[in-house]
């Protein structure tokens, strides 16, 4: 596959914010302590609705647990956001991706609330599973593919993901959840579909 001209400056933008604040936290601590990433923006749910530091649901977005949970989110986000931001354009993409893991997080609190169990959750995936959502649109809009993936395949990583989550501990299932709804529901609001004819892509 080659791709001339394309490039996705937004994913690159996000992927490198990530990096930046693990490492900036790394030289500070132990990112695998959950107090210590509390005390860097983490959600709480007791913190948001008790103190209002409703930032939490913001923050949260941009830490992680560890290098591992930094990899696998990064490596999946400039994987299938390269793909979106091409669809979209980078400010719809950075638009989706922000308030899908926004979106993400507000089910997770919901829900945190709802079962009265809390948690330190953290880390970009509500937002890359809005991607993934708002993928499996975009794939559906143009006859089941979107460039090289095709819609099952978007539907086969989706319930290999979601199996995962709901088969391991520690995994924030609601905000995953949260985050694919949204993506999908924003971009019905926010793609419009290209003109392929024009579209300076070959295929090999």
Known sequence: MRKNGIKAPCTVILVAINVV???LLSLKGMTEDGMFLLQHGAMYVPYITEKGEYYRIFTSMFLHFGFDHLLNNMVVLAAVGWNLEYELGGLKFLILYLLSGLGGNVLSAWWDI????????????GAIFGVIGALLYV???NK??????SGRGILFM????LYYGFSSGGVDNMAHIG???AGFVLSVLLYRKK??????VSWS
């Open 139 to 141: 794939a559906i809009r």
């Open 114 to 125: 709802r079962m009265g169990e809390y948690a330190i959750s953290a880390g970009a995936s």
């Open 195 to 200: 003109d392929r004819k024009y579209r300076s």
């Open 179 to 181: 985050g694919l709804a």
């Open 144 to 149: 089941g593919r979107i460039g090289d993936i």
């Open 158 to 161: 989706i319930a290999l993901s």
């Open 21 to 23: 604040v693990f490492l």
